[in-house]
């Protein structure tokens, strides 16, 4: 079983449509993550939860809305997206101690490859 | 200026080859440093991560140089399954939680 799970593996919506993208963390950790990568840039952070709260919202459009009902449990809410959001979304968790160096390490899951329509 | 700056590459290599990344960053405040790999279509997956000191785990070597602000990973003896994209991952520098950065990644390509 890998530390972070995310389901579905591919989703291919239109533009119309709502979808959620589940992830479910088995590492204990106490953070977690919603990152876009698009093809040849780098990732990018979209949404942190450290503790069940939220602590980071990167200037994400609403169409993009996280939810975090325990430390476990992370879901992706899309709606009405735009083509230009096609991308790889990757989940991931760290155990946050606020001791900074070497407490950062970040487990991935394997990622939605998400198109849209 | 981006935050963490890569050479995208690719970088082609023979099997046995020894080859070097580096990776600059633009926050001098920065204090944790990482090399992440990502197999094409895959989860980006900790490399090691990267002391002042430099650190080495087997084949990979990690460098940092804090007055040039920048980081290396050396491969040596290079493998066919060593071809990947090599993510350099920088701290913020700040105490709140997801305070990395991520470069754009270099890819290597190992031929037999």
């Known amino acids: 079983e890998t530390g972070v799970t995310q389901t579905p593996r591919h989703l291919v919506m239109g533009m119309t449509n709502k979808k959620s993208l589940k992830c479910e963390q088995h590492l204990g950790h106490n953070a977690m993550y919603w990152y876009k990568q698009s093809a040849k840039k780098p990732l990018e952070l979209m949404f942190v939860y450290s503790l069940e709260e939220r602590v980071e919202n990167n200037s994400v459009p609403s169409r993009f809305s996280p939810e975090c009902p325990n430390s476990s449990h992370l879901f992706l809410h899309l709606h009405t997206l735009q083509p230009e959001d096609s991308a790889l979304y990757l989940c991931a968790s760290s155990q946050e101690t606020g001791q900074g160096f070497d407490n950062e390490k970040l487990f991935f899951g394997s990622g939605t490859q998400l198109s849209v329509l | 200026r981006k935050e963490v700056e890569q050479d995208p590459g690719p970088f082609n290599v023979p099997e046995g080859a020894t080859v070097a990344f580096n990776c600059t960053y633009s926050?001098?405040?920065?204090?944790?440093f990482f090399w992440y790999r990502q197999d094409c279509r895959k989860e980006p997956k900790l490399l090691m991560s990267v002391y002042s000191s430099g650190n080495e785990d087997g084949r990979f070597t990690a460098q940092l140089n804090r007055a040039s602000q920048y980081i290396s990973l050396l491969i040596r003896d290079s493998k066919l399954s060593d071809s990947a994209t090599y993510l350099c991952?920088?701290?913020?520098?700040?105490?709140?939680?997801?305070?990395?950065?991520f470069g754009q990644g270099t890819t290597l390509q190992v031929k037999p």
């Open positions: 926050n001098s405040a920065s204090q944790s």
């Open positions: 991952v920088v701290g913020r520098g700040s105490s709140n939680t997801g305070k990395l950065i």
